[in-house]
């Protein structure tokens, strides 16, 4: 009785936890969308002329495309007896390059032991990593203490650029690829 109490607790304390994480990284993106507004705002009065946005049926073609990436990864990936995953993804297609990018995200939610989080990005017609970064907790350690076990994006130049926290991680996808979280 007590051990399943133990277990209830610990998983709702987990649960609260990541809500409080997902709460801090919307008020970052709120926070950067606000700033890319900005900027755009002060690049269109000024003359220049932007890259045209991608059409409805680019978009469509991306997210179905996306959709199928995520499911046939899903399928080949398992959880197991020790862990539970919870798996989103986002896509994005950028018309500069004629490509659909996708990232998948996978937050460790284990039985007894310690969480992590993943994410990593790929063009989903090539199935090529452009991104991987790998975060999981240690004992006796604020979450913000622990660095990034794996954290890179490869830039539009073939270059790896390595970040050592998840705030680098997602500047650079989205500064590379137009990927949020």
């Known amino acids: ?25 919307l008020r970052s993106e709120l926070k950067e969308v606000k700033t890319n507004n900005s900027k ?20 469509s073609r991306c997210a179905k495309q996306a959709e199928a990436f995520f499911f046939t990864w899903n399928r080949d990936t398992r959880s197991s007896k020790t862990r539970r995953e919870s798996r989103d993804y986002t896509n994005h297609f950028d ?20 969480f992590g989080e993943s994410r990593f990005i790929s063009n989903v017609n090539e199935s090529s990593g452009l991104a991987d970064y790998f975060w ?19 830039g539009r130049d073939g270059q790896k650029h390595y970040c050592s926290s998840e705030e680098e991680y997602n500047n650079l996808a989205r500064s590379t690829y137009g990927i949020n979280q």
């Open 1 to 25: 009785m007590i051990r399943s109490t133990f277990i209830f607790i610990a998983a709702a304390i987990m649960i609260i936890f990541y809500q409080l994480l997902q709460l801090q990284r």
């Open 95 to 114: 018309p500069s390059v004629n490509a659909c990018f996708i990232q998948i995200k996978s937050s460790l939610i284990p039985i007894g032991g310690q």
């Open 136 to 154: 999981i907790s240690q004992v006796n350690k604020k979450y913000w203490e622990v660095a990034p076990m794996q954290c890179y994006v490869v």
């Open 40 to 59: 755009k705002e002060q690049v269109s009065s000024a003359g220049a002329s932007p890259i045209p946005p991608a059409s409805l049926e680019q978009q």
